[in-house]
């Protein structure tokens, strides 16, 4: 019997996915692409795309074989009992390095745009109580915060419209010069912006309307790709391939350009917007952390277990914020094992239920 | 055969109900049975036995509270008493009552109709008919508009201490037999009267019987006032949000009633209850349906943007002046350094004795008489203001943004959500002197977080913005032409769910 606080809507999954893309991913993904692909990155983005797409169906395929139970459910069957508690402690791992580096990165961001002597730990156990408020909540409430993207969006634009003045087209031909090579090697770097598709392991078990995710996902990452590639486009053709590259986080670049009347330092204002953007991806990871915590150690009080697991977040994360490139090694460490648990390890999963077959037979 | 077809749709459309265009067929056994399946859970309305002298059944049926007792007592009943067994057959011998205004009805719909136009309706045993007596209570002149909740345009009568006449009234707006009335005792000392009031093919009926459960289950020596219903009952007691909207106008009950929400009357208090609520029902009032949607959406952006200044100016100035300064414009940066230049606390102490000082004089302008009111009002509004910045405590801009902040407070039309601004601003100014613009976002971030998981008896009251729904946006943040507003919210999750095609000459 699934509690009806966790229970969402397959749009609602999808905005949750897209809300850890956007939010997480679109800040700093124009540098770490343009790094190895240059300005041709915008192709790296639609391949990676396209290629994260196919993931997620193979996700909801291996999802919809073993209807009604969860991913750690589904190792048990798959695994046995003592292979799968194994697993699912690496799954439940996998969580917590996510969450510890999406929120060491909004905090030491936090530390650096606004509050370089506050100590970071005060910064952010100060930040994440909206997510320790929600998590406890359940996954509905954080769903329906979470729709918050959808007024973010348009803040995210508004950015390149208001410097569209430094706009050149020019800075992005020819188109292809950087070679396929390079193209095809900053796949891994983009597919890291299009993390949070792997939640759907996790989220898959509350969806009630399970009939239409496979359109609500097509959905979802034509929006996300549309938003990361006009993005990726606009920023190029904006500071040009040069700057980008030096610059860690470009949106704050841009955030930089634009002078308006009356309100100065406009920046100001869109960081505080973009806490709240990052936040989002942090209220789903503290969610599935706790969610899955509670699962595995069959844990039964909500307060008690959310507190320890909201702690040790938060000692974690201060302690790897603590100085920027740290945080950027575990960025790195992190997508690259989030990759492999979102992308080769439904896969194998799914590989392997084929083989035994066993689970039931999946429609869609 | 087409042509067939068409008809039979046509006359299933008008078909009303089984009880259409039944005639009485003189068994008051049988005509009670109809009626009282029709009128059934609608405790206001009074199917009272009687027997004639000569042992002929009858049934006086009236609305309580619509008709006015004394005359009936006095004109009909004795006339009633006394008729023999012949003089039923003779349709002349039926006019010896006093009263002007009689009608006979032979069909049993229309008689309910005249029950609830207030009519008092006599079924006889043996007669084919019913008599119909026009004997209404008019007497309106208690029901004064309510001093808190004033509107310009509309109409200006709220409800009064005493229970059925409260019930009268929303039975006076809607003359439906589908209007039900519940009534229940409240407290095992005081035993006063409470009543739930629904229409019951428009309301949920789980929310309904969800309500009657919390109800019933209250277990109180007395209740003090609907306030003391709504902490018993509400989804989430320890919430600064309102969880029933309070109001005293009729109007507003009879518009929630009409979405297929649930009002609890309660006795010897003029305020009802409407529940289940959402967040943006606080920003509207009755008003905002009577006048062009341009002007109704314009009052509300208005008020979002009030509460928005109640809520977070005081801390926007403290952030602005204690973190961000550089993001002040210049030339105003110089005339707000000037005039805090004097001034030797920090903003947040600065803005803290202010907004203190204002509740303070608030509080105190309640409590005192009438006439003094105004006068307290002004001497510490005017003279306490322009005297602490003169004596240099606070800079001019601090009075203007208390100013602001305490007006824009009343611009939102319910005063318990006001209560929520008063509070809040407080959290608010604090988390922006520790932590500035961030301070503010975070605080705002959990204040939207706890909006989105609070429930109104299990339904979301951040809807229809979270979760989201389209089709009820159309009368939340804005107002579209009531020509296009063809649906009921779904807040209260409506059985039935148009309201009704608007103007049939635009389809």
Known sequence: MINKANEITSGQAVILILSIQIGMGALALPSDIAKIAGYDGWISILIAGLLCFLITVAIILLCKRFEGISILDINTVLFGRFVSFILNLALLLYLVLAAVSNLAFLASSVGVWFFRITPLWILTLYISIPSIYLAGKGLKGICRFNFLLVFIIPVLLSLVFLNIRYFRITNLLPVGIHGMSNILGALPHTAFSYLGFETLLFSFVYIKNKQYIIKHTAIGYLTVIFIFTFFFISNIAILGENLIIKRIVPFVGLARMVSVPVLERLDLYYLVIWIAAMLLSINAYMFFVHDTAKKIFHLKSNKISLGIISGVIIVLASIIGRDSHTVFMVNHLAGNILLFTGGAYPLVLLLFAWISGKGVKCKL | ?507
């Open chain 2, 1 to 507: 055969m087409f042509g067939k077809k068409r008809t039979n749709n046509k006359e299933s459309k008008n078909d009303r109900g089984p009880e259409d265009n039944i005639e009485i067929t003189g068994s008051l056994k049988e005509s009670l049975d109809i009626l009282k399946k029709q009128f059934k859970d609608c405790d206001d309305i009074v199917l009272h036995d009687l027997t004639t002298e000569e042992g002929v059944s009858a049934c006086l049926i009236y609305v309580e509270g619509l008709i006015d007792n004394a005359l009936v007592q006095r004109d009909v009943l004795p006339v009633l008493l006394n008729l023999k067994r012949k003089q039923l057959d003779d349709l002349e011998e039926m006019n010896l009552f006093p009263t002007i205004n009689v009608k006979r009805e032979y069909i049993l719909e229309k008689i309910i109709d005249r029950v609830l136009k207030a009519f008092t309706v006599i079924l006889i045993d043996g007669l084919k008919y019913a008599l119909c007596f026009s004997i209404r209570n008019d007497d309106t002149s208690e029901y004064e508009e309510p001093e808190v909740e004033k509107i310009i345009k509309g109409p200006h009568d709220g409800f009064v201490e005493y229970i059925a006449k409260n019930i009268t009234l929303i039975r006076r707006k809607i003359s439906s037999a589908e209007l039900k009335v519940k009534y229940y005792t409240l407290g095992k000392r005081s035993k006063a009267e409470a009543a739930i009031l629904y229409i019951e093919d428009i309301a949920n009926p789980e929310i309904v019987n969800q309500i009657k459960e919390r109800i019933k289950n209250i277990e109180i020596d007395f209740v003090n006032g609907a306030g003391v219903v709504d902490q018993l009952t509400s989804d989430s007691p320890y919430s600064l949000f309102p969880q029933y909207h309070a109001t005293e106008r009729a109007d507003k009950a009879v518009a929630s009633l009409m979405e297929g929400r649930v009002v609890i009357i309660i006795d010897n208090t003029p305020v009802v209850l409407i529940v289940p609520v959402d967040y943006f029902q606080f920003f509207q009032t009755p008003e905002d349906y009577n006048i062009s949607f341009v002007f109704a959406s314009f009052l509300r952006l208005l008020r979002f943007a009030g509460s928005a200044i109640a809520i977070l100016l005081p801390a926007l100035y403290i952030a602005l002046l204690t973190y961000h300064y550089q993001a002040v414009p210049l030339n105003l940066l110089v005339p707000l350094a000037e005039s805090r230049a004097r001034v030797p606390f920090p903003p947040i102490i600065e803005a803290l004795i202010m907004e203190l000082g204002l509740e303070v004089l608030r509080e105190a302008s309640i409590r005192l008489p009438t006439g003094l009111g105004p006068a307290v009002g002004i001497v510490g509004g005017l003279a306490l203001g322009q005297t602490a910045v003169q004596a240099g405590l606070v800079s001019n801009v601090m009075v203007v943004v208390v100013g602001m902040t305490a007006i824009a407070t009343f611009v939102v039309p319910q005063q318990d959500m006001g209560f929520f601004f008063r509070i809040s601003r407080f959290i608010a100014m604090i988390n922006a002197a520790v932590f500035g613009a961030v301070g503010i976002m975070v605080f705002s971030l959990f204040i939207l977080a706890h909006l989105v998981t609070l429930e109104s008896c299990g339904q979301p009251y951040f809807q229809p913005v979270a979760p989201f729904r389209l089709k009820d946006m159309k009368d939340t943040i804005i107002r579209v032409p009531m020509r296009k507003d063809h649906t009921r919210p779904e807040v209260a999750q409506p059985g039935d769910k148009t309201r009704g095609r608007g103007n049939t000459r635009d389809k």
